[in-house]
């Protein structure tokens, strides 16, 4: 997928990598052209069709080769609009009304009518921060750093808001959400840490993670990590999670791994930056089938481990021919692992060998 700058076009390409061709390109206009590249992007459930988040509150929704169907939901342009299926043909978008002070913070986006219908404030009091469909609760969870919000979107009412064990106002804090929203984890700000002179940042310190179940809202019991929370990332099963910290900025990145409040155990590995622009793809990313993890080392190694962080192949990324910028891998199957850059992608399988490669323009 490729996108323009400012206003200009952006284009979506589906490939089938099986095939290892292209099957169908479609173009859209970035309606406001503060962040055009893409922030997010999500497959409908029945994986027929793809939204995507450009722009500051531009959702638009492609079937490969058809003409895309646009939303701006967020009136008042003042958050990035974040968005998660409630099913095939509708979105739930977590955004701001400024025509009606009784519009709730978000809008059920429907395909068939290309129309938005806001949920009341009194159901969505809040714009939820990483909203996800709980398949279990039947229902929209999300959270605003202060409480744990679950929705019933086509009932336009609130099912519960349950409390954070307390305000966290400072710093930043991370929260993941398991496939279907059977458990989130939320990482406050870390605590105890020191600052260091020489590299002008905190180090050390510790994080108190919060589990919770949404389907019947209560915070679990507290988890611990070492320093700052970079990112949570779950396993398709919806239990086990890796959680990806660091205590000295620059530093090794500690992946400590849970299966629902039960840890696992604990691995280094030093990662490059995740990428920005590419949605999808990660410096870490679990196998569709949960049996291993791809990583995308610093020095351009890709490595192939189990949940544990015990190695089973290791492999040199290609040198990219154009300026590398940002690159990030996902998982096309259970045996083939994708390197995706701004100038294309090369998909090899676990052992190294490349079976195709895509070049990008624009």
Not at 345 to 362: H, K, L, N, P, S
């Amino acid at each position: 997928m490729s996108a323009g700058d400012g206003d200009s076009p952006g284009q979506t390409v589906v490939w089938d990598l099986e095939a290892g061709e292209a099957i169908g390109a479609s173009g859209y206009e970035h309606g406001f052209g503060f962040e055009p590249r893409p922030r997010m992007l999500q497959w409908s459930p029945d994986g027929r069709r793809l939204a995507i988040a450009a722009g500051t509150n531009e959702i638009a929704v492609v079937e490969p080769g058809g003409e895309p169907v646009l939303f701006a939901p967020d009136e008042t342009r003042d958050h990035p609009v974040e968005f998660c299926w409630v099913d095939d043909h509708t979105i739930f978008a977590a955004a701001w009304s400024d025509a009606d002070q009784t519009k709730g913070g978000g809008a059920l986006l429907s395909l068939a009518e290309s129309e938005a219908r806001w949920l009341t404030r009194s159901a969505v009091p809040v714009v939820l921060t990483q909203p996800v469909r709980a398949r279990d609760a039947s229902a929209v969870v999300g959270h605003d750093y202060r409480e744990v919000f679950v929705i019933d979107t086509k009932g336009d009412k609130l099912i519960s808001r349950t409390p954070l064990p307390q305000t966290f106002a400072n710093g930043r804090s991370v929260a993941g959400w398991s496939p279907h929203g059977k458990i989130g984890v939320f990482a406050p700000p870390p605590i105890e840490q020191r600052y260091d002179r020489s590299t002008g940042r905190d180090t050390g310190g510790r994080t108190e993670l919060v589990l919770f179940q949404p389907a019947s809202p209560q915070a679990l019991v507290p988890l611990e990590v070492p320093g700052e929370i970079g990112a949570i990332r779950f396993a398709p099963d919806g239990r086990r999670f890796i959680v990806l910290s660091r205590t000295v900025w620059g530093g090794v990145t500690h992946a400590t791994v849970f299966d629902g409040a039960n840890k696992l155990g604990v691995f280094d590995a030093q990662l490059v930056r995740p990428p920005h622009h590419f949605p999808d793809a990660g410096n870490l990313v679990w196998s569709p089938d949960g049996q291993h993890l791809a990583l995308l080392r610093a020095d351009g190694t890709i490595e192939i481990t189990t949940p544990r962080g015990e190695r089973r192949a290791a492999f040199a990324a290609p040198k990219s021919p154009k300026s590398p910028g940002e690159v990030g891998l996902m998982f096309v199957n259970e045996n083939r692992v994708a390197l995706i850059g701004q100038d294309g992608m090369t998909v090899f399988d676990t052992q190294g060998t490349v079976v195709m490669r895509f070049e990008v323009e624009g």
